[in-house]
């Protein structure tokens, strides 16, 4: 209203609120890298057939100095729409870089972790992966240590595109996961036809496997036919008992979720992990 009048007249108070958060936070969003304020945490994946865990996947938290800790999906999409995505995703490929360095040092020699990649930032970072090569050359890492995770909507960008990309990660060793399968356009001819080495099944097909006879035999039939490609399936958001004794009988190979470890700071991984590789059970 101190803007002037009929302006904002359409706009309620609480819309102009809402509206004065977003600004904010986008501007705060510029600064957060300098001042430290993001952090990582670790959800541990279990291998279904020992219990054991050599994987993790790495999840951003912004540490916000006066709304608290903040999930990605409440800053994400500013960070794609101002383009700060790459400078962050910049960030995270090399502090995990680092940490599955260390991990793989003192936990086990294997120990790979998974970083997420938005379909915006996939486009945007188009470059970055020289920089990526370079500074796992300096680490002495190989390539193969970090798992990159994209979603289905990547591939619909543009395919040509797409599938070059994903050879040129795929040529320096860095391994592929098709996150939230599932969902949206999923298709089982992506899981041919992209240069992947994961299928992640997604959260709300998990969550519905114990009462619902369809998802169940939909997940069957992914596992079986990722297995015939040659992939590995985790499957996400796994947070009770029955739904985990329903995946091993299904065959399927990993699993993360509630019903083994929530995500957790890099120290409480290696608090869980000191006395050799961790086993979950549930
Ligand atoms: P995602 O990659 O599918 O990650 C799985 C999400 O499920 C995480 O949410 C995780 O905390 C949550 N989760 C794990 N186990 C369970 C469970 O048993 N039950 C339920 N209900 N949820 C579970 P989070 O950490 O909020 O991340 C949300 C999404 O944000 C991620 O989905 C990923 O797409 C994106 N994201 C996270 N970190 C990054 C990042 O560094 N860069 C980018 N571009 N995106 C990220
Ligand atoms: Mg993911
Ligand atoms: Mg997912
Ligand atoms: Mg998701």
């Not at 608290?68 to 999409?77: Q, R, T, Y």
């Not at 003192?106 to 996939?122: C, E, L, M, R, T």
Request: net charge negative; glycine share 8%.
């Amino acid at each position: 209203k101190q803007a002037g009048g009929h302006q904002f007249g359409y706009v309620t108070p609480g819309l102009q609120q809402a509206a004065q958060a977003r600004q904010s936070i986008a501007d705060d969003l510029r600064a957060a890298i300098a001042l430290r304020q993001f952090e990582i945490v670790y959800q541990p994946i279990v291998s279904l057939q020992s219990g054991q865990v050599h994987k993790a996947e790495a999840l951003l938290r912004w540490r916000h100095p006066t709304r608290g800790l903040l999930g990605p999906a409440e800053f994400i999409p500013f960070a794609e729409s101002n383009g700060l995505i790459v400078e962050i995703g910049d960030w995270v490929f090399r502090e995990v870089a680092q940490q599955v360095q260390q991990w793989q040092r003192s936990i086990d020699p294997a120990f790979q972790i998974s970083v997420n990649k938005s379909p915006v930032q996939f486009r945007r970072d188009a470059d970055l992966y020289l920089n990526w090569l370079d500074y796992l050359n300096e680490l002495g890492l190989p390539a193969h240590s970090i798992v990159i995770e994209i979603t289905e909507g990547v591939l619909f960008e543009g395919a040509a595109q797409v599938i070059e990309r994903l050879r040129q990660f795929r040529a320096m060793g860095l391994q592929v996961a098709l996150d939230d399968f599932g969902t949206g356009y999923s298709s089982l001819s992506h899981l041919k036809r992209f240069d992947i080495d994961y299928v992640k099944i997604d959260q709300s097909f998990v969550a519905t496997l114990e009462n619902d006879v369809g998802d169940m035999a939909l997940c069957e039939a992914i596992i079986v036919m990722a297995h015939k490609l040659g992939l590995k399936v985790v499957a996400e958001g796994v947070e009770t008992k029955v739904q985990r004794a329903l995946l091993v009988d299904a065959g399927c190979d990993y699993a993360q979720g509630y019903v083994f470890a929530r995500p957790m700071p890099a120290q409480a991984f290696e608090a869980m992990a000191s006395a050799g590789v961790p086993r979950l059970p549930h």
